[in-house]
């Protein structure tokens, strides 16, 4: 158990104004009842429970909140969003920090007037289903889709470029998915089986990345065949070698995409690739793309296609890269019907979170990924308008 010790410490690393506009009388206005045992540290506000019906995840810099439980209401109260449960006021957050609010169980109300503030000041709310999946997103009026570059977008799929494209995502993806298997690899000379059996997998990869570049030209009906085919020899031969590299007994049979999944691994790769959705949607609709109209993958009424186009480059950098030491430091984790119990989904979110909030090279600098991903939605704009190439982030390892 952490009381108000723990938060005491962490308001304290926090800027003055911050302390002043979210945390003025905590004392006197919330009881906390609990925080996460293993995230005692305060230098992350990460997981609170206020209750035994009540969760919420919220980043170290307040902008993504991420919240689940029964009667639970979102109002606003002067400039900040205020959490109720039974009409109890539990905690505020400033609106000017948020950035997205993401509702993950049934049973949260929202006021009208949290829905004006959230699109008054560009804040995305997000919905998932009972199996974690994105079925809906709030979207503010302010951010208007760019017509021209949509209909460009729309045109794109009629011309060879969007066959390029195609190739460039995927080049990309097999890329990180090679650098990654070297990252994880490298400390691991004590086991010189596992090592060169991982090794061998990166040399199958980067000959794969090979065929892509060999594929003809042709717009992506043309060539999506070829390139999809390539994606899913990578995909066999990277999930073997990831399996090679868990520990603690666990169980993994190759990647499911099912959304209620037999094993952990699965259970939490589709749940940190919701959370990359999520990211990725949200910065497509600011950048003033469709969401829908993608490239890799086929378009189909409500399929947010470009939204996994765009997810494919960061899905092993932020959500595979995340998993795997997730696991192999906590022989405890199990599922119940399928799903992540409420704790381990909490942690493993605000690992998740943490990720994306760290920094990796990128033009020559470095800077946050969700920073980056926003950069690559407006360099893929660019791409589409022709005023410029566009190239896939690369995870340097």
Same mark, same amino acid.
């Given at each position: 158990m952490i009381?108000l010790?723990c938060?005491r410490?962490y308001?304290?690393?926090l800027?003055?104004l911050?302390?002043k506009e979210?945390f003025s009388d905590i004392?006197?206005?919330y009881i906390?009842?609990e925080?996460?045992?293993r995230d005692a540290?305060?230098?992350?506000?990460?997981?609170w429970?206020?209750?035994?019906?009540?969760?919420?995840?919220?980043?170290?810099?307040? /902008?993504?909140?991420?919240?689940?439980g029964y009667?639970v209401?979102l109002?606003?109260?002067?400039e900040r969003?205020?959490?109720?449960?039974?009409k !109890?006021a539990v905690?505020?957050?400033?609106?000017f920090?948020l950035?997205?609010?993401?509702?993950c169980?049934r049973?949260?109300?929202?006021s009208s007037d949290?829905?004006?503030?959230?699109?008054?000041?560009?804040i995305?709310?997000?919905?998932?289903?009972?199996a974690?999946?994105?079925y809906?997103?709030f979207?503010?009026?302010r951010?208007?889709?760019?017509?021209a570059l949509?209909r460009?977008?729309l045109?794109?799929?009629c011309?060879e !470029?969007?066959g390029?494209?195609? !190739?460039?995502m995927i080049?990309?993806?097999?890329?990180?998915?090679k650098?990654f298997l070297?990252?994880?690899c490298?400390?691991m000379?004590?086991?010189?089986g596992?090592y060169?059996d991982i090794?061998q997998k990166?040399?199958?990869l980067?000959?794969l990345i090979l065929?892509i570049?060999d594929?003809? !030209?042709g717009k992506i009906?043309d060539?999506r065949?070829y390139?999809?085919?390539?994606?899913?020899?990578?995909?066999?031969?990277?999930?073997?070698?990831?399996?090679?590299?868990?520990?603690?007994?666990?169980?993994? #049979?190759g990647? #499911?995409?099912k959304h209620l999944?037999k094993d952990?691994?699965?259970?939490?790769?589709?749940?940190?690739?919701? #959370?990359?959705?999520?990211?990725?949607?949200?910065?497509?609709l600011?950048a003033?793309?469709s969401?829908?109209?993608g490239?890799?993958h086929?378009? /189909?009424d409500g399929?947010?296609?470009l939204?996994y186009d765009?997810?494919?480059?960061?899905?092993?950098?932020?959500v595979d890269?995340t998993v795997l030491?997730?696991?192999?430091?906590h022989?405890?984790?199990?599922?119940k019907d399928?799903m992540?119990c409420?704790?381990d989904?909490?942690?493993?979110?605000k690992?998740?979170?943490?990720?994306m909030?760290?920094a990796?090279?990128?033009?020559?600098?470095?800077f946050p990924l969700?920073?980056?991903?926003?950069?690559?939605?407006?360099?893929?704009g660019?791409?589409?308008?022709?005023k410029r190439?566009?190239k896939?982030?690369s995870f340097?390892?």
């Amino acid at each position: 158990m952490i009381g108000l010790e723990c938060c005491r410490d962490y308001f304290a690393s926090l800027p003055v104004l911050v302390q002043k506009e979210l945390f003025s009388d905590i004392e006197s206005k919330y009881i906390i009842f609990e925080e996460e045992e293993r995230d005692a540290s305060p230098d992350f506000l990460k997981i609170w429970q206020f209750s035994p019906n009540v969760n919420f995840v919220l980043s170290h810099d307040l /902008a993504d909140l991420i919240i689940s439980g029964y009667g639970v209401s979102l109002s606003k109260k002067s400039e900040r969003l205020l959490i109720r449960e039974d009409k !109890k006021a539990v905690f505020e957050i400033p609106l000017f920090r948020l950035k997205s609010i993401c509702i993950c169980s049934r049973g949260v109300n929202l006021s009208s007037d949290i829905i004006q503030a959230c699109a008054q000041n560009g804040i995305n709310i997000f919905f998932y289903d009972f199996a974690d999946r994105p079925y809906a997103v709030f979207q503010t009026a302010r951010h208007t889709p760019d017509i021209a570059l949509q209909r460009r977008q729309l045109e794109l799929s009629c011309s060879e !470029k969007s066959g390029e494209l195609a !190739k460039i995502m995927i080049s990309g993806k097999i890329t990180n998915q090679k650098n990654f298997l070297k990252y994880a690899c490298k400390n691991m000379q004590d086991d010189i089986g596992l090592y060169r059996d991982i090794l061998q997998k990166v040399g199958e990869l980067e000959s794969l990345i090979l065929k892509i570049s060999d594929i003809p !030209k042709g717009k992506i009906d043309d060539v999506r065949g070829y390139i999809l085919g390539i994606e899913g020899s990578a995909a066999k031969i990277y999930w073997y070698a990831y399996g090679l590299l868990l520990r603690n007994g666990c169980r993994f #049979m190759g990647r #499911m995409t099912k959304h209620l999944s037999k094993d952990i691994v699965n259970a939490l790769l589709n749940y940190g690739y919701a #959370m990359l959705y999520n990211q990725v949607w949200g910065v497509l609709l600011e950048a003033g793309l469709s969401p829908y109209a993608g490239f890799v993958h086929t378009d /189909a009424d409500g399929k947010l296609s470009l939204v996994y186009d765009m997810s494919e480059e960061f899905r092993t950098v932020i959500v595979d890269r995340t998993v795997l030491p997730f696991i192999n430091s906590h022989s405890e984790l199990s599922l119940k019907d399928g799903m992540i119990c409420d704790k381990d989904r909490n942690y493993f979110a605000k690992k998740i979170l943490e990720r994306m909030n760290a920094a990796e090279r990128f033009a020559g600098k470095k800077f946050p990924l969700s920073y980056i991903i926003s950069a690559q939605a407006y360099n893929l704009g660019k791409y589409i308008m022709g005023k410029r190439a566009y190239k896939p982030f690369s995870f340097k390892w």
